[in-house]
């Protein structure tokens, strides 16, 4: 069964960076759509970053120019570089995966997902 494990997150001052890693098993992850998302409390989730089997990226404008989505197909590995982090990006961060997607960002396209990785940003 598909697999995804998100590790990376911490607790970082504004300013700073994090590279949250989701490694893949039992499929091959550069053949799916691949996606972060974040939710803090209180909020609902919402769509951060996206990769398709193409290698096209889509980024939410809360986070362009600031956080890079990649993946190596080597290991497998999803990652998401996060750099001028903001108290704002405080988030409990997801990786989804799926076969087949038309809109990146939008939670209902995924079908698969890790359990998350805490990120806390501190101004």
């Known amino acids: 069964h598909v697999q995804l494990v998100e590790s990376g997150g911490g607790s970082v001052q504004a300013g700073g960076s994090l590279r949250l890693s989701c490694e893949a098993s039992?499929?091959?992850?550069?053949?799916?759509?691949m996606a972060w998302f974040r939710q803090a409390p209180g909020k609902e989730r919402e769509g951060v970053a996206a990769i398709d089997s193409d290698g096209n990226t889509i980024y939410a404008d809360s986070v362009k120019g600031r956080f890079t989505i990649s993946h190596d197909n080597a290991k497998n590995t999803l990652y998401l570089q996060m750099n001028s982090l903001k108290p704002e990006d405080t988030a409990m961060y997801y990786c989804?995966?799926?076969?087949?997607?038309?809109?990146?960002?939008?939670?209902?396209?995924?079908?698969?997902w890790g359990q998350g990785t805490q990120v806390t940003v501190s101004s």
């Open positions: 039992n499929f091959n992850a550069s053949s799916y759509c």
């Open positions: 989804a995966a799926d076969p087949l997607c038309t809109i990146l960002l939008r939670p209902s396209e995924y079908n698969y």
